[in-house]
């Protein structure tokens, strides 16, 4: 099992760009979850998926859509890059539609630069 | 302001020595979960104590969870270099689907 994955790697935008994070698990989960990480700072919740089909906005959203499209893939899109959105993006999953009662797990991350 | 704030904010320590991090929280908790992060990767799950339990342990791992305190503490016992890394602790919020994580303990062990 690969478990969660991330494409791309590193990115580098100019602002007004757009572009889209894909996330995928191969574990079945039902919960996945977008998080970025800022220098000094934990991570902060973007969006989630409680289950297939459904989305809620975390503590950070503005700027930012997401797509579950199936129960594997849980896609971000930032339709206008800005250089505040310069971070570090962690997929996660877990396995109940209550994902936050049970343990996560990350994908390996995004490393998204706004110029 | 973030829910759980980690303490210390580095720790440096030798081989072989304990190392303790406290986490506190502000709001009433489902469960509470340390993660540790190695540099540029992502998060690993270390353990979870719900809100009924008071301590729990996984091989060099002890956490401990006081709800009237509102706080955590994972202490590793007889660290060793490659413990070196970065742990967060995150709560799950009663009645929500969030997990909220503080800023970490940046612990490093010296050969």
């Known amino acids: 099992n690969a478990g969660v994955t991330q494409t791309p790697k590193f990115q580098v935008l100019k602002t007004g760009q757009s572009m889209t994070l894909q996330c995928a698990q191969d574990m079945n989960h039902n919960s996945m979850y977008w998080y970025r990480q800022d220098p000094g700072m934990g991570l902060r919740l973007i969006y989630y998926?409680?289950?297939?089909?459904?989305?809620d906005k975390g503590e950070v959203p503005n700027g930012y859509n997401v797509s579950r499209l199936n129960k594997r893939e849980f896609s971000l899109r930032l339709e206008s890059a800005a250089p505040s959105q310069t971070s570090v993006y962690f997929c996660?999953?877990?396995?109940?539609?209550?994902?936050?009662?049970?343990?996560?797990?990350f994908g390996p991350g995004t490393r998204l630069t706004v110029t | 302001s973030q829910q759980g704030e980690e303490d210390p904010q580095a720790l440096s320590i030798q081989e072989g020595e304990n190392a303790t991090m406290n986490c506190s929280y502000k709001t009433s908790i489902n469960n509470l979960q340390w993660y540790r992060q190695n540099s540029g990767r992502g998060l690993v799950h270390l353990i979870l104590?719900?809100?009924?339990?008071r301590e729990k342990h996984s091989g060099r791992l002890r956490v401990t969870l006081d709800t009237s305190k509102k706080s955590s503490s994972l202490l590793i016992t007889a660290s060793r270099a490659a413990d070196t890394a970065s742990y967060f602790c995150?709560?799950?919020?009663?009645?929500?689907?969030?997990?909220?994580f503080g800023t970490g303990t940046r612990l490093q062990v010296f050969p």
């Open positions: 995150a709560t799950a919020l009663y009645n929500t689907d969030k997990l909220i």
């Open positions: 998926s409680a289950s297939e089909g459904t989305t």
């Open positions: 104590i719900r809100s009924n339990e």
């Open positions: 996660a999953s877990s396995e109940a539609s209550q994902g936050a009662l049970y343990e996560q797990y």
